[in-house]
């Protein structure tokens, strides 16, 4: 381990925030791995409550089912991490204000479930925040094919992306791909706050 | 005379609008988002933005699963 290199980096991450869009099997576990590594500090937006057909691969325990996922992913960062703050906004983001949470984030990371939740928000973010990048993510479901899974740049977009997987509508989300998925986007926030000196 | 949609060559028509391309290179999904040179181009003015030659153009389409 360079120590060094290290400490630096440790000292970047708590000046920095990071935004995310849902709390499910992306944000979830996106939110752990950012936490665990020293973000200075998180927004968790979500309006669900966690059920328990969401463990199979969101970062939520059995005795949480019932919880808002908001609220239950605080305890757990804080859990792992308690220097991280956790700002959470427990509501639905709503078509012409998804942009709202966000203002003052370093980055922001769509974590959203349905594909029209996601273009909207790519679309309002990128129209109302343009100076802000945004990491979002698309193809999640089924299991396999890692490596069909690519990041996309356009401008201030960075999109970790599998362009032939199915819809989740046709196909089951699982642990494996989703966490793969979901790091993948916290890797790519990590590479943007960080910059080239890797 | 060619613009470059999701980095494919293709030739550039005079006058041609969003939703005319979109039609023309068969991307049927409702859900897309599209930049062109790195701009946003919001989803209200598909009918009426001219694509320039020789623009690069995105069309991204999102699948569901989170």
């Not at chain 1, 995310?20 to 500090?41: H, M, P």
């Not at chain 1, 204000?97 to 370093?106: G, I, W, Y």
């Not at chain 1, 980055?107 to 939740?117: F, G, H, K, T």
Request: hydrophobic share 40%; aromatic share 6%.
């Amino acid at each position: 381990m360079n120590i060094k290199k290290s400490e630096k980096i440790s000292k970047k991450l708590k000046g920095s925030s990071v935004g995310i869009a849902g709390l499910g099997g992306l944000g979830s576990n996106a939110a752990i791995s950012l936490a665990r590594i020293g973000i200075g500090r998180l927004v968790l937006v979500d309006f669900d409550k966690i059920e328990e057909c969401n463990l199979n691969r969101q970062y939520y325990f059995l005795d949480q089912v019932g919880k808002y996922k908001t609220e239950a992913l605080k305890e757990n960062i804080q859990r792992v991490n308690p220097s991280v703050k956790v700002d959470i906004k427990n509501y639905k983001l709503n078509k012409g204000a998804m942009d709202n949470p966000f203002h003052n984030v370093d980055v922001i990371v769509e974590a959203l479930d349905s594909a029209e939740e996601k273009t909207i928000f790519i679309e309002e973010i990128m129209q109302n925040l343009p100076n802000i990048p945004l990491v979002a993510c698309s193809g999640t479901a089924g299991y396999g094919n890692s490596d069909r899974i690519k990041t996309k740049q356009i401008g201030n977009l960075y999109l970790c992306q599998d362009k032939d997987a199915r819809s989740s509508d046709d196909d089951v989300l699982l642990a494996p791909r989703v966490c793969l998925m979901a790091n993948w986007e916290a890797n790519i926030v990590l590479e943007i706050l960080l910059g080239e000196d890797k | 005379m060619s613009i470059k949609v999701n980095g494919k060559q293709v030739i550039w028509i005079e006058n041609e609008t969003v939703k005319q391309l979109l039609k023309r290179m068969k991307y049927t999904f409702p859900l897309v988002v599209v930049k062109i040179n790195d701009k946003l181009v919001p989803r209200s003015s598909y009918t009426e933005t001219i694509i320039p030659d020789k623009a690069k153009i995105a069309v991204i389409h999102m699948i569901s699963g989170g």
